[in-house]
T-cell receptor, first 115, second 113 residues
Framework: KAGVTQTPRYLIKTRGQQVTLSCSPI?????VSWYQQTPGQGLQFLFE???????NKGNFPGRFSGRQFSNSRSEMNVSTLELGDSALYLC??????????????FGPGTRLTVL | KQEVTQIPAALSVPEGENLVLNCSFT??????LQWFRQDPGKGLTSLLL?????REQTSGRLNASLDKSSGRSTLYIAASQPGDSATYLCAALGRGGSYIPTFGRGTSLIVHP
């Protein structure tokens, strides 16, 4: 069974640009969560999508948005990039809603560098 | 607001030692607590998930315990091996309608031969 895949793996952008990251969950999984990991703040929850609906959202500005498609694939968009958005962006999938009973499986991440 | 702290931040031990990694959380009203492993430059791998009604979970050489009343969880690694070298993170999943996980900063473990 293929794992969670994220594309691209590495990305370099400049301030003010926007970026879209993609995540393909494990086949059959309906939940996709996104996380940001930085040396300064550690790992922080961005949002979770389940059956194309955003179910939970972390404390991030509106520049961070996402969506989920009918095949459960998800995209995350960051507009008006800032230097502080440089981070490893991780995607995780689970069969049901993340947490309570279902284990999350993480992808390798997308390393975003903002210059 | 939930805060999760992991002690120690870094640990270097010789192969074969038994280890205890600590995780503490400020809000005991959690759904579960999960331990992950992260290898350099890679995503996270789930190790153990303890539901709020459980006291411990075991998988191979790993044992995780949960004491909600004191806001603590420990990850016990028996007979450590060089392949155990990684960063170990714990995450507490909040209640009150919120399924937002709060992660600790992790314990960086090096097991040398």
């Amino acid at each position: 069974k293929a794992g969670v895949t994220q594309t691209p793996r590495y990305l370099i952008k400049t301030r003010g640009q926007q970026v879209t990251l993609s995540c393909s969950p494990i086949s059959g999984h309906r939940s996709v969560s996104w996380y940001q990991q930085t040396p300064g703040q550690g790992l922080q929850f961005l949002f979770e999508y389940f059956s194309e609906t955003q179910r939970n959202k972390g404390n991030f500005p509106g520049r961070f948005s996402g969506r989920q498609f009918s095949n459960s694939r998800s995209e995350m968009n960051v507009s008006t990039l800032e230097l502080g958005d440089s981070a490893l962006y991780l995607c995780a999938s689970s069969f049901g809603l993340a947490g309570a009973t279902d284990t999350q499986y993480f992808g390798p991440g997308t390393r975003l560098t903002v210059l | 607001k939930q805060e999760v702290t992991q002690i120690p931040a870094a640990l270097s031990v010789p192969e074969g030692e038994n280890l205890v990694l600590n995780c503490s959380f400020t809000d005991s009203a959690i759904y579960n607590l999960q331990w992950f492993r992260q290898d350099p430059g890679k995503g996270l791998t789930s190790l153990l998930l303890i539901q709020s009604s459980q006291r411990e979970q075991t998988s191979g050489r790993l044992n995780a315990s949960l004491d909600k009343s004191s806001g603590r969880s420990t990850l016990y690694i028996a007979a450590s091996q060089p392949g155990d070298s990684a960063t170990y993170l714990c995450a507490a999943l909040g209640r009150g309608g919120s399924y937002i996980p709060t992660f600790g900063r992790g314990t960086s473990l090096i097991v040398h031969p």
